[in-house]
Nanobody, 122 residues
């Protein structure tokens, strides 16, 4: 299973970005839950948002609720993270991962994207 994360960049506070995570290989994409995680310099990796295979369940960390939206298009093998009202504290490398729901909830996966840098200037 290969994951390709893209869409990061430099944006001013209050701006928006949309990240994409495209999954290839590994059979049916509909089998996988997908999570977005981030890691800022000097900090541990944290979970940002997670989505089940059909999109019926979505979870967010408290700091992004109401600002970020996770979605998926199973016809395109892609999961999106729409990020609005960005804050400087959202600055991090964002990674996507695909696995079972239980493993994604625990922040575990054998399949990770390469990461995409998001920088929010004040």
């Amino acid at each position: 299973v290969q994951l390709q994360a893209s869409g990061g960049g430099l944006v001013q506070a209050g701006g928006s970005l949309r990240l994409s995570c495209t999954v290839s290989g590994g059979g049916n994409f509909n089998r996988y839950s997908v999570g977005w995680f981030r890691q800022a310099p000097g900090k541990e990796r944290e979970s940002v948002a997670k989505i089940t295979p059909t999109g019926g369940n979505r979870l967010y960390t408290d700091s992004v609720k109401g600002r970020f939206t996770i979605s998926r298009d199973n016809t395109k093998n892609t999961v999106y993270l729409q990020m609005n009202s960005l804050k400087p504290e959202d600055t991090a490398v964002y990674y996507c991962a695909a696995d079972s729901w239980g493993r994604i909830l625990r922040g575990e996966s054998d399949y990770w994207g390469q990461g995409t840098q998001v920088t929010v200037s004040s």
